[in-house]
T-cell receptor
């Protein structure tokens, strides 16, 4: 089955700096990699995802890169703002149908003004 | 589009009672819904996959007789926590997938915070 590891568990940056969160997965057949942002007490919200047929995807200040050979993918946030402070989760599909997602342990990002 | 609701948003119950949580897809039909549990400062742990018109499939370590799932229609799945105990206190979140053509993306409900006294 799929195993997803996420690092770091906490990340503290100054406003305007970049933040990078990395995840590794184990199932080479995985083909979809979403990133979710969760604020305290709220639902996870999809912020960006990438499919295995591309190596990079960008949406304004957020980008995701995928290295299928090494089986890792990363979230990049540039020009961080205090409202980026939240917990970020990566996920990868569990094989066996239904496209069940297995989540990483999460990264608590704090952006200081 | 792709809105998922949950009810109730929070519930407090006594130990030994049962609690039902509803998950609805409001603007699309969801043949598959997922139930997660999230303890404080932890990740989302998949509990089970809810399939419309058939039995749910449970992840390893999740007691199917304790967490009853019913997916009676294409827009509603329910999770019933039976004989709840304090250790069942958690944030329960459902998600739903859009029909074929939208591939893997899951949309999450707002969650239900369960507190068992």
């Amino acid at each position: 089955g799929e195993n997803v590891e996420q690092h770091p568990s906490t990340l503290s940056v100054q406003e305007g700096d970049s933040a990078v969160i990395k995840c590794t997965y184990s199932d080479s057949a995985s083909n979809y990699f979403p990133w979710y942002k969760q604020e305290l007490g709220k639902r996870p919200q999809l912020i960006i995802d990438i499919r295995s047929n591309v190596g990079e995807k960008k949406d304004q200040r957020i980008a995701v890169t995928l290295n299928k050979t090494a089986k890792h993918f990363s979230l990049h946030i540039t020009e961080t703002q205090p409202e980026d402070s939240a917990v970020y989760f990566c996920a990868a599909p569990l094989s066996g149908g239904y496209n069940k997602l297995i989540f990483g342990a999460g990264t608590r990002l704090a952006v200081h003004p | 589009g792709a809105v998922v609701s949950q009810h109730p948003s929070w519930v407090i119950c006594k130990s030994g009672t049962s609690v039902k949580i509803e998950c609805r897809s409001l603007d699309f039909q969801a043949t598959t819904m997922f139930w997660y549990r999230q303890f404080p400062k932890q990740s989302l742990m998949l509990m089970a996959t809810s399939n419309e018109g058939s039995k749910a499939t449970y992840e390893q370590g999740v007691e199917k007789d304790k967490f009853l799932i019913n997916h009676a229609s294409l827009t509603l799945s329910t999770l019933t926590v039976t004989s709840a105990h304090p250790e069942d206190s958690s944030f329960y979140i459902c998600s739903a997938r859009q029909p074929a053509g939208w591939a893997n993306e899951q949309f999450f409900g707002p969650g239900t915070r369960l507190t068992v006294l």
